[in-house]
Nanobody, 124 residues
């Protein structure tokens, strides 16, 4: 089970840190990703972390602004979002799968577990 949190309202140029907490499971053999969906748009891949190997990946639209990280002790993955823009506004979802590598990390169908989503609004 995944629980996403940390969303909110922030001004352009501001920062937020999202958290995805995982409950259950006795190991860390997970690949965890963040997706987002803006109103009227399709869900899109944002970032990924393979827990055991530490591999990370980012969508071009967030490279250099977002950073994904993990806490083994807290069984959590974080998405630090800096220099936020209005077009970052979306509901952000975390997703996980007990597999690596994946055929296509950007496909939602690759992931078996989903969190409930947290709203991020970037507006002045």
């Amino acid at each position: 089970q995944l629980q996403a949190s940390g969303g909110g309202l922030v001004q352009p140029g501001g920062s937020l840190r999202l958290a995805c907490a995982r409950s259950g499971g006795t190991d860390n053999a997970y690949t965890v990703a963040w997706f987002r969906q803006a109103p009227g748009k399709e869900r899109e891949f944002v970032s990924l972390l393979n827990w055991s190997g530490g591999t990370t990946n980012y969508a071009d639209s967030v490279k250099g602004r977002f950073t994904i990280s993990r806490s083994t002790a807290k069984k959590s993955v974080y998405l630090q979002m800096n220099s936020l823009k209005p077009n970052d506004t979306a509901v952000y979802y975390c997703a996980a799968v007990r597999r690596w590598p994946l055929r296509d990390i950007t496909l939602g169908s690759e992931y078996d577990y989903w969190g409930q989503g947290t709203q991020v609004t970037v507006s002045s």
